[in-house]
Nanobody
Framework: QVQLVESGGGLVQPGGSLRLSCAASGFTLDEYVVGWFRQVPGKEREGVSCFSSSDGSTYYADSVKGRFTIVGDNAKNTVYLQMNSLKPEDTAVYYC??????????WGQGTQVTVSS
């Protein structure tokens, strides 16, 4: 049974940093692409970043390039999203998902990120 558990969200001031964690079980990172998505109430869900352990490839949305970094730890079966230089527009519920980057089948419960002074 695939499970994804996010952690690391919270309140941070603009310009600050947070690291989100996605602990995966029921599969290994080299079996599925793991990604981060975010959603603001009333808006469509946005793909933020994806990581493929099988070939080391990564994807970043234009809005986060240069500020966010996605990393996978195969030993811990966990994917991290390091978020730096956070902006108020990064405020959203962040979801970890697995399977592929376009239409993942498996989702975590989400973690709230709020960027505000």
């Amino acid at each position: 049974q695939v499970q994804l558990v996010e952690s690391g969200g919270g309140l941070v001031q603009p310009g600050g940093s947070l690291r989100l964690s996605c602990a995966a079980s029921g599969f290994t990172l080299d079996e599925y692409v793991v990604g981060w998505f975010r959603q603001v109430p009333g808006k469509e869900r946005e793909g933020v970043s994806c990581f493929s352990s099988s070939d080391g490839s990564t994807y970043y949305a234009d809005s986060v390039k240069g500020r966010f970094t996605i990393v996978g730890d195969n030993a811990k079966n966990t994917v991290y999203l390091q978020m730096n230089s956070l902006k108020p527009e990064d405020t959203a519920v962040y979801y970890c998902a697995a399977d592929d980057c376009r239409a993942p089948r498996y989702w975590g419960q989400g973690t709230q990120v709020t960027v505000s002074s």
